[in-house]
């Protein structure tokens, strides 16, 4: 039986990635500028938008992981990976609690969701721990959501016909002081 989560995750992958995420994804893999032979981690990988990016970046000589916390989104990764024949490192963890040595990669991405993170401080910590000494991390992250009409007004919605307390995108984009 197919759960909730499950489906929720391909619908990401499937409706999501392809028109927000990926863009989003592509624009940050290109400031970042994986090199072939590096080792690089993209943190909260979701269904892998990014970390595919940094695999045919870094090339067959480099190493890439990608951690999230939600099993579904990885399940989709893994699959993904699979079908490409894409060997990626993809592990179940938060940004909070990274499952690696200190000073594992030269290169850490994260796109769309610093935001979300409980604890920002201890996620941002965690990412530098895990970079070399001169390493790169490089991000993106949503504004205040009177920035994003597009998810304000699909947040109205939601909270109309489901209620307000499935109306919410994370406390970053809904202007928690963190951010």
């Not at 619908?11 to 990635?17: F, G, K, P």
């Not at 067959?60 to 989104?73: C, I, S, T």
């Not at 994260?110 to 490089?138: I, K, N, T, Y």
Request: aromatic residues 8%.
């Amino acid at each position: 039986m197919t759960t909730a989560a499950e489906i929720a995750a391909e619908a990401y992958q499937r409706l999501l990635v392809p028109v927000v995420y990926g863009p989003w994804a592509a624009a940050v893999i290109k400031v970042a500028a994986p090199a072939q032979g590096e080792r690089a981690l993209d943190v909260a990988c979701g269904t892998g938008a990014a970390t595919f990016l940094l695999a045919a970046g870094v090339g067959p000589v480099g190493r890439v992981a990608g951690v999230d916390f939600n099993p579904a989104m990885l399940a989709v990764a893994r699959r993904l990976a699979a079908e490409r024949g894409v060997v990626i490192d993809f592990r179940a963890a938060t940004a909070e609690a990274l499952p690696f040595a200190d000073e594992s990669f030269d290169l850490v991405t994260c796109v769309q969701a610093f935001q979300s993170f409980p604890d920002l401080g201890r996620a941002l910590a965690e990412m530098r721990r895990v970079l070399r000494r001169g390493g790169r991390l490089v991000g993106s992250v949503w504004r205040h959501i009177d920035h994003c009409p597009g998810y304000l007004a699909l947040s109205q919605v939601i909270a109309r016909h489901v209620g307000p307390a499935a109306a919410t995108f994370g406390p970053g984009i809904l202007g928690d002081s963190r951010v």
